[in-house]
């Protein structure tokens, strides 16, 4: 019990990177009462807005509200999206935004959803999903590396939303970089991306990605099969451990042993941003000292609480906390 409370206290001031596709999520309230003349849709009557970090911003969240210092990597547009969110990261939720560049010619990813008692009905995406231009994606690699070398960075999580922030150059080059300095790195990948990936910490997709990316299609309670294809991928790769969420099967973790940990029983509201909540923890119990099986019971756990919530929300440390203590 004494090592599981001293390893989230070392969470504290931790510095972890965040390279990725950060974005804005919008959410349009409203009540529908009729149908509109126009056309078979519903009238939705707004009742209220709210502008939230999304994207790999919600790692960020998730890494500040389990103590640690978010330093966040990407690149957005020169928008009026852009302005709301650096006032959303700065004003709103005190990180940095000192290496965030902004680019002409980019777009500033905005995710507005429209619902009505409490279902969605809508969603509206502005976004551009082509990669950096050449010499931006240089610019952004230098950004990176700079950051590395003036703060303490404890660990560095590539969160992908395959919107272009993250390209073959920028995983090569900055994979190169922290493992020359035996740092952590960490990834959520997306399927455009995942094969350039190689020679990292903790690779963790969810089980779609991980079938998309082998090429093959495998029943998610097939754990034998699973386990085999797991091992046989981070052999390839060269992965210190590679990790399957299963979403109500649990999780598959691969390192020195293979196993699988069953999902905690939870009543489900709303799977966005579990795997966000997952890579954070991950990575703050890394940094804190503690073994892959350990943090990884420790994300799953995780991962369910945030289910719980209506929304995209960030992990809740005491409640994390109080939750590993009865099954850690």
């Known amino acids: 019990m004494k090592r599981l409370e001293a390893a989230f206290k070392a969470f504290d001031h931790k510095k972890v990177m965040i390279i990725g596709d950060v974005m804005v999520d919008a ?30 911003a919600n790692v960020a969240l998730n890494i500040k509200a389990l103590g640690g210092i978010p330093v966040v990597c990407s690149v957005i547009g020169k928008d009026d999206t852009a302005h709301t969110l650096k006032y959303l990261f700065e004003e709103k939720n005190n990180i940095s935004t000192r290496y965030i560049l902004e680019a002409e010619g980019r777009i500033t990813t905005l995710k507005t959803r429209v619902l009505s008692q409490y279902q969605q009905l809508l969603r509206i995406d502005e976004e551009q999903d082509s990669y950096l231009a050449a010499d931006l994606e240089d610019q952004f690699i230098s950004t990176v590396k700079a950051a590395i070398e003036n703060e303490e960075i404890c660990a560095v999580i590539f969160e992908d939303y395959d919107k272009g922030v ?35 910490t903790v690779f963790k997709p969810n089980f779609k990605e991980f079938c998309a990316g082998i090429h093959q299609i495998l029943p998610k309670n097939d754990f034998d099969n699973l386990k085999l294809k797991a091992r046989e991928f981070r052999l390839e790769r060269n992965f210190k451990n590679l990790i399957v969420t299963l979403s109500e099967h649990g999780v598959l973790v691969d390192g020195d042993a293979s196993l699988i940990i ?34 990884s019971k420790a994300a799953n756990i995780a991962g369910g609480l945030v289910c719980e919530k209506i929304g995209i929300v960030p992990i809740n440390k005491a409640q994390l906390l109080d939750e590993c203590r009865k099954v850690l």
């Open 262 to 295: 069953p999902a905690e029983k939870r009543d489900i509201s709303d799977v966005s941003g579990a795997g966000d909540t997952v890579i954070s923890v991950l990575s703050m119990c890394l940094c804190g000292g503690m073994d892959i099986e350990t943090a």
């Open 166 to 200: 993250i390209t073959p150059k920028v995983i090569g080059e900055v994979v190169e970089f922290c493992n020359q300095r035996q740092m952590i790195t960490l990834c959520d990948p997306k399927h455009r991306n995942f094969s350039f990936y190689k020679d990292i």
């Open 27 to 56: 959410y349009q309230w409203g009540n529908v009462n009729r149908i509109s003349p126009e056309a078979p849709v519903p009238i939705v009557s707004s009742t209220n807005r709210e502008s939230r970090l999304g994207g790999a």
